[in-house]
């Protein structure tokens, strides 16, 4: 996807919430997401969480699992607030964000959305 947009693209008027379509939520999701930095620091903040996730398993140590949460969000944040300038998806529609978090970082380990440039995302 070389630019997304965040409207209906029949009636060109903007997305009303909650949107009941994954599909169309995860386009959203991209449109909110377009900095760099801020994709960035998604990327971090995911990765984070999940070796928060594994050293609580290695460890038995809970306190990993909120370490890794909070770096997590801490990092999700500041993308949205400083970069983006909008508030995160996640305040929105919780479940489809948490599930679009981990589907952007997949996309990102797969090559489908850039760390470089939005024109080099092949993400739909």
């Excluded at 009303?16 to 599909?23: D, E, F, L, S, T």
């Excluded at 969480?49 to 999700?76: E, H, N, Q």
């Excluded at 679009?100 to 970082?105: I, Y």
């Amino acid at each position: 996807m070389n630019q997304a947009v965040s409207t209906r693209e029949s009636t060109n008027q903007p997305l009303a919430m909650p949107i009941r379509n994954y599909g169309e939520f995860y386009r959203f999701y991209l449109t909110e997401h377009s900095n760099v930095m801020s994709r960035r620091l998604h990327a971090l903040g995911s990765i984070a969480g999940l070796y928060g996730i594994y050293k609580t398993i290695r460890t038995g140590r809970k306190s990993y699992l909120l370490k890794g949460i909070v770096t997590g969000y801490a990092c999700a944040w500041v993308g949205h607030f400083f970069f983006e300038k909008n508030k995160p998806a996640s305040f929105k529609q919780p479940l489809y964000s948490f599930v679009s978090d981990w589907r952007m970082l997949s996309d990102i380990c797969r090559g489908r959305v850039s760390l470089r440039h939005r024109k080099y995302d092949k993400a739909d």
